[in-house]
């Protein structure tokens, strides 16, 4: 396992990747305009060498795939395709997706609809790049274990993008998901909560939580997962000084259960 964070799409993102001694970076791309990433791969290379930081993953998150008549998006799938290919070209192992529900159609027709699609990214990225959902909620169904019995078994090559607080969150049980889908995850967010009995309290930085991260990460251990830990601050509390102290505290903590300190 590696450490790495969510940072700007940008030479000053990657930058701060290594000033935080972190190796790993992620672009999460959800705006309309992507071409100020895509069409930059070589001088996002060229910094990528500079700085000695690699890209984990790429996440799109939010978007509507499927139009109102349950059609694909062609011009958002299109973007997809050209993030697919900036992963390829930049070495970015992962790309992370997920697929809005229609109203007024039904689960059967929703659902066909998103293996469909789907099953068009990962035909299209040919092996270069692993394709995942991401278990959050934001504009997307593919979020939980009842979809990926269905889409997920459907289509072995999918994986999934795990954040344990959206399972806290949603009221599920994450350790009961990461130990039945932990084979499946190709990309985790470390991103802490506070959840007490359906109220969500903050988002904390990881390791301030109450999210048991030793007995989480040792499940991954089982599994041999040998992806990226990718740091999400999330928090409104935890800004400015507070914020950055929280920082340090989640590199510090996570360091030392994955042995970077001896």
């Not at 984990?56 to 697919?84: F, P």
């Not at 009961?176 to 930085?205: F, M, S």
Request: net charge negative; with cysteine.
């Amino acid at each position: 396992m590696k450490l790495g964070i969510i940072t700007s799409h940008d030479k000053d993102g990657l930058k701060r990747v290594k000033d935080l001694g972190l190796e790993y970076a992620e672009f999460d791309i959800n705006g309309d305009d992507i071409t100020y990433v895509t069409h930059n791969i070589k001088e996002l290379k060229a910094a990528m060498a500079e700085y000695g930081v690699g890209l984990c993953a790429v996440g799109r998150w939010g978007r509507n795939r499927l139009n109102k008549d349950l059609t694909v998006n062609e011009k958002e799938r299109k973007d997809e395709y050209d993030l697919i290919d900036f992963c390829a070209g930049t070495g970015c192992p992962v790309y992370i997706c997920g697929v809005n529900y229609v109203e007024g159609f039904s689960y059967y027709s929703n659902i066909t609809a998103a293996i469909n699609y789907i099953q068009s990214l990962i035909d299209y990225s040919a092996g270069r790049v692993k394709v995942c959902t991401y278990n959050c909620h934001w504009n997307s169904y593919i979020d939980k274990p009842h979809e990926w019995d269905i889409v997920h078994d459907h289509i072995k090559q999918l994986g999934i993008k795990y954040d344990p607080s959206h399972a806290i969150n949603a009221g599920r049980n994450y350790f009961n998901e990461i130990v039945k889908y932990g084979d499946r995850v190709y990309h985790i967010h470390l991103k802490g909560t506070i959840n007490a009995e359906g109220i969500h309290v903050d988002d904390p930085p990881a390791g301030l939580d109450m999210i048991n991260w030793p007995a989480f990460l040792s499940v991954f251990r089982r599994y041999g997962y040998n992806g990226v830990l990718s740091i999400e601050p999330h928090s409104a509390t935890w800004q400015g000084e507070l914020g950055e102290k929280g920082l340090k505290y989640t590199i510090k903590y996570f360091k030392a259960l994955l042995f970077e300190n001896e």
